[in-house]
């Protein structure tokens, strides 16, 4: 017996020590929300409380879809596409507020979950859809980091290198509230492409039709068109922002009396977000009015370049800043993504208020997966461009078995009590599934059976 609990202490000794440093990091930071709550001051509050959704949507703004974002503005100008990304993000809104509520009423992140309530056949295959897809869109965010250092002069192992060295020097930040407020200051910068479209001189009124009016395609019904409306799609909702959204609420310690702020600050982030979104199609539309074939374009740089003589040095240069930008805030976020996921897999410590010692495997997920995607970036020949542009597609067809889980857990009473998912939030949740599914199939069939379009 005594050699049981001599082995036993040291596990009791170190999951206290773990418990002792979250809670009192959390701890602090909750003091300052209830205080802040009984003085009765709401903006204050919802100050305190915005992070995680706001983070997971101008994220989410990454490389690959600020690229997906131009090349649909470069192709179908201001029309067709604009009243569909403001589509997308009031859908990635209904899906992002349901890890809010998750969150919140369960303590417990996403991977956690799934685990818990669906045992370790669903557990290790949702793992496994959220690593691929990690992993491949991780690439793509230091192709976007390459891109803008390339625009300046910069060679790719020095952009590629200063990238990786700042998403790990984040981590050293040893504090989640630190570190969220940290990328918060950088994810403020994705409105630089608000500048670089207002450079672009565009049409208001022709932009205020679109958005009025949801003009017809220019083009038809093609397969450029299904591409473009995967990767659009794919630029707004991914599996990954469902695991990092719900653990990040989980590690900033939201409880349901915070709801109303963390949907709000969800809805701030998606308005945001479309906002730059919009923004990206309206700047690069002068490309499509030029008639510039951005299909010959084989580097990151080129939309900035092409941009330089139609919209200015300024505005290209503002461009290419945003594109910069949209990588190292994405790389940020995704590597702690998987980094939770990972943790949770493995029932280690997986928070940003733990240090080195406490929470190395959750650091050590995080670093490993920022120099494996930096690695593959310098690899000569590597098929940079291709990854970049069919990333988001291959996130929408992995999007919709972790909607299914999500909506599951969403409506699992067990653990959601009062807040288990209505009648109308499955209507949209099941309208969302069906959707993405839909849309997926056609992509499908468009691939196989080229022809099928007539184009």
Do not use: C
């Not at 600020?66 to 009031?90: D, E, K, Q, R, W």
């Not at 949770?344 to 997986?350: I, K, M, N, S, V």
């Amino acid at each position: 017996m005594g050699q049981d609990l001599a082995q036993i202490s040291p596990l009791a000794e170190q999951f206290s020590r773990r418990a002792r440093l979250e809670d009192l990091a959390r701890g602090r930071d909750r003091h300052r929300v209830l205080e802040t709550r009984r003085a009765r001051r709401p903006l204050r509050l919802l100050w305190l409380l915005t992070g995680p959704g706001l983070l997971a949507m101008l994220g989410e703004n990454d490389g690959p879809s600020m690229v997906s974002y131009a090349t649909t503005g470069a192709t179908y100008g201001v029309g067709f596409f604009v009243p569909f990304i403001l589509l997308t993000f009031v859908m990635a809104f209904a899906v992002q507020e349901m890890t809010v509520r998750l969150g919140a009423a369960t303590h417990r992140g996403h991977a956690e979950l799934i685990f818990a309530r669906f045992g370790p056949f669903w557990g290790y295959l949702a793992m496994a859809d959220l690593v691929v897809g990690n992993l491949l869109t991780l690439v793509t965010e230091f192709i976007a980091i390459q891109a803008g250092g390339l625009y300046f002069g910069a060679p790719a192992p020095v952009s590629v290198g200063i990238g990786a060295l700042v998403v790990i020097a984040s981590l050293a930040l040893r504090r989640y509230a630190t570190w969220e407020r940290a990328v918060m200051i950088f994810a403020a910068f994705n409105l630089l492409f608000v500048p670089a479209a207002l450079f672009a001189h565009p049409d208001g009124a022709a932009l205020a039709r679109a958005l009025a009016t949801w003009r017809p395609l220019q083009g038809g019904f093609s397969v450029a068109f299904v591409t473009l409306a995967m990767a659009n799609i794919g630029a707004t909702v991914t599996p990954w922002m469902i695991f990092f959204q719900q653990s990040a609420v989980v590690d900033k310690g939201l409880t349901v009396a915070d709801l109303p702020q963390g949907r709000i600050e969800t809805a701030l982030g998606a308005v945001v977000a479309a906002v730059a979104a919009i923004a990206t199609i309206v700047a690069t539309a002068p490309l499509f009015a030029a008639g510039i074939d951005v299909s010959k374009f084989v580097s990151g740089p080129d939309f900035a370049s092409a941009l330089r003589p139609l919209i200015g040095s300024t505005g290209a240069t503002l461009f290419a800043l945003g594109v910069l930008e949209a990588g190292l805030v994405a790389a940020m976020t995704i590597t702690t993504s998987s980094a939770y996921a990972f943790g949770e897999t493995l029932r280690a410590g997986h928070s940003l208020n733990l240090d080195f010692t406490e929470g190395r495997l959750f650091y050590g997920a995080a670093i490993v997966s920022t120099l494996a995607a930096a690695g593959v970036v310098l690899i000569p020949g590597a098929p940079l461009l291709a990854m970049t542009l069919t990333v988001n597609v291959i996130a929408t067809l992995m999007m919709a078995p972790a909607l299914l889980l999500l909506l599951l857990l969403a409506n699992d009473r067990e653990i959601m009590g009062r807040l288990a998912n209505g009648r109308f939030a499955n209507l949209i949740g099941g309208t969302i599934v069906v959707a993405i599914t839909a849309v997926g199939a056609i992509y499908g069939l468009v691939v196989v059976f080229p022809g099928l379009l007539g184009n």
